[in-house]
Nanobody, 123 residues
Framework: QVQLVESGGGSVQAGGSLRLSCAAS????????MGWFRQAPGKERESVAS????????YYADAVKGRFTISRDNAKNTVYLQMSSLQPADTAVYYC????????????????WGQGTQVTVSS
């Protein structure tokens, strides 16, 4: 089991930017594909982005393509989500997750989850 702790959430006006971080407490961080998911009030959790274990491959949901960037630093056991041009529709609790696969995109493949961090975008 991987322990994950997200940080960097907060409140921002539309058009602004935030960077989320997720620190993992596991020796073999480089063996995990990492993902970001979000859940807005009254909605199901949805995939935002994921990255392969070495960082060579990435996936983005259509709603965030061109605005969000996922990256990782295996030396620091950390995955990031740089969010730009934020919109009120991006308001949600953002979760970091780990999957013991080279590259995972499906929520069902992620077995470890963080506690979430709130992102609120005002118009």
């Amino acid at each position: 089991q991987v322990q994950l702790v997200e940080s960097g959430g907060g409140s921002v006006q539309a058009g602004g930017s935030l960077r989320l971080s997720c620190a993992a407490s596991v020796r073999t961080f480089g063996s995990y594909s990492m993902g970001w998911f979000r859940q807005a009030p009254g909605k199901e959790r949805e995939s935002v982005a994921s990255i392969s274990w070495r960082g060579a491959s990435t996936y983005y949901a259509d709603a965030v393509k061109g605005r969000f960037t996922i990256s990782r630093d295996n030396a620091k056991n950390t995955v990031y989500l740089q969010m730009s041009s934020l919109q009120p529709a991006d308001t949600a609790v953002y979760y970091c997750a780990a999957a013991i696969f080279q590259f995972a995109t499906r929520e069902a493949d992620f077995g470890s989850w963080g506690q979430g961090t709130q992102v609120t975008v005002s118009s």
